[in-house]
């Protein structure tokens, strides 16, 4: 009888220290998503398009969530003439310049999505297809296309594969997108 409890006992302190073995052993909780907070207090007239390419980027990836104004990893400004760019400082910090001579000619939906796609990490890809958001201006003032094709979404979503909200990037290392899209043509009367 005795002997039995015993044997009991030991399974059961077995068993606590497996599991408190397990719990030590993995000790960070999953990763939550990082938040990018967009600021477009210096793009007046591009907040509701900014707000249209957060949600589209939103909706296709994971790892992170774009919000409007509750900090600034991210800077929107309009310029006007220059073509519009993106500087990059780090993974989901820098800054997006909106040329409205530009915008006036594409679309300024796929631009403002294309260029936080910088942002977000992913490269000029200028190969003419308007099914490629990172193809830009290459695909002409016709592509009005403002979603990543699920290829560049899954990047995204890999980038940003085990960032956390608390990750805040430096000025250091930055890296400038400057839009080749074709440069803005004379107002047409
Ligand atoms: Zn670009």
Known sequence: MASRISRTLVAMLATAGATLGVTLANP???????????NTSQAPSYASIANQAATIWNN???????????????????????????????LGNGRVYIDTQQAAQYSPLRI??????????????YNGNCAILMSGGSAGTSCTNPYPSSAEAS???SLFAGTRSTER??????????????????PVS
Do not use: K
């Open 112 to 125: 403002m999505t294309h260029e936080i796609g910088h942002i977000l990490g992913l490269p000029d890809n």
């Open 155 to 157: 990047r995204v979503t």
């Open 60 to 90: 296709a990836t994971s790892n992170l969530t774009l919000t409007a104004n509750c900090g600034t990893n991210l800077r929107i400004y309009q310029i006007t003439g220059g073509g519009s760019y993106a500087v990059r400082t780090s």
């Open 28 to 38: 960070s909780p999953a990763s939550a998503a990082m938040t990018i907070c967009y």
């Open 169 to 186: 990037g430096t000025d250091s290392g930055s890296t400038v997108f400057q839009d080749s899209w074709p440069a803005a043509l004379a």
